[in-house]
T-cell receptor, first 117, second 112 residues
Framework: GAGVSQSPSNKVTEKGKDVELRCDPISGHTALYWYRQRLGQGLEFLIY????????KSGLPSDRFSAERTGESVSTLTIQRTQQEDSAVYLCASSDTEGGAEVTEAFFGQGTRLTVV | TQLLEQSPQFLSIQEGENLTVYCNSSSVFSSLQWYRQEPGEGPVLLVTVVTGGEVKKLKRLTFQFGDARKDSSLHITAAQPGDTGLYLCAGEDETSYDKVIFGPGTSLSVIP
């Protein structure tokens, strides 16, 4: 596709349920990021993929959070046993990392707004 | 881990006023980026600054990278309501797999 696509755009779930969020990055982009953004706040780093590998998972807040990427393309972020504090917008970004001194542009999806009730 | 700080956190000004927002770090970044995020949307890149002391202009927006490459500023001249949004600086954390990290952002509101 032309841009980063995330689904669903909105998700309301009951506390304790599992949810799966999907990200389709721009074709050919090797780097993929997941961020969390609470209302009125900045971006909280969750996890970073290079290809299908995740060299940095340091931002995942607990073991209820996991993510995978397959085919150097689609990624899913899974939150198990959701809690109310998980309510936020989850943003996915991809970039075409080529190295060098200049950081490459990160292209963002519109996010998934998760509400845990 | 490298960190980015931004100030002010919130800014509310009248249309036509000038403003400056800041991005600071205790460590050197090889380059920094500025993004703007509008409500309900993902952030969109405005500019990348690479060279210490570099100044880039984008219409009414002027971006500067500090000589030591540890800080950057964004100056907006004659702010318009369309400038309203969250302004985020970002850079690659060279101590941690070169992942892109973001500052907490400056939320700007321009009142007509």
């Amino acid at each position: 596709g032309a841009g980063v696509s995330q689904s669903p755009s909105n998700k309301v779930t009951e506390k304790g349920k599992d949810v799966e969020l999907r990200c389709d990055p721009i074709s050919g982009h090797t780097a993929l990021y997941w961020y969390r953004q609470r209302l009125g706040q900045g971006l909280e780093f969750l996890i970073y993929f290079q290809g299908n590998s995740a060299p940095d998972k340091s931002g995942l807040p607990s073991d209820r959070f996991s993510a995978e990427r397959t085919g150097e393309s689609v990624s899913t972020l899974t939150i198990q046993r959701t809690q109310q504090e998980d309510s936020a917008v989850y943003l996915c970004a991809s970039s075409d990392t080529e190295g060098g001194a200049e950081v490459t542009e990160a292209f963002f999806g519109q996010g998934t707004r998760l509400t845990v009730v | 881990t490298q960190l980015l700080e931004q100030s002010p956190q919130f800014l509310s000004i009248q249309e036509g006023e000038n403003l400056t927002v800041y991005c600071n770090s205790s460590s050197v970044f090889s380059s920094l980026q500025w993004y703007r995020q509008e409500p309900g949307e993902g952030p969109v890149l405005l500019v990348t600054v690479v060279t210490g002391g570099e100044v880039k202009k984008l219409k009414r927006l002027t971006f500067q990278f500090g000589d030591a490459r540890k800080d950057s500023s964004l100056h907006i001249t004659a702010a318009q309501p369309g400038d309203t949004g969250l302004y985020l600086c970002a850079g690659e954390d060279e101590t941690s797999y070169d992942k892109v990290i973001f500052g907490p952002g400056t939320s700007l509101s321009v009142i007509p």
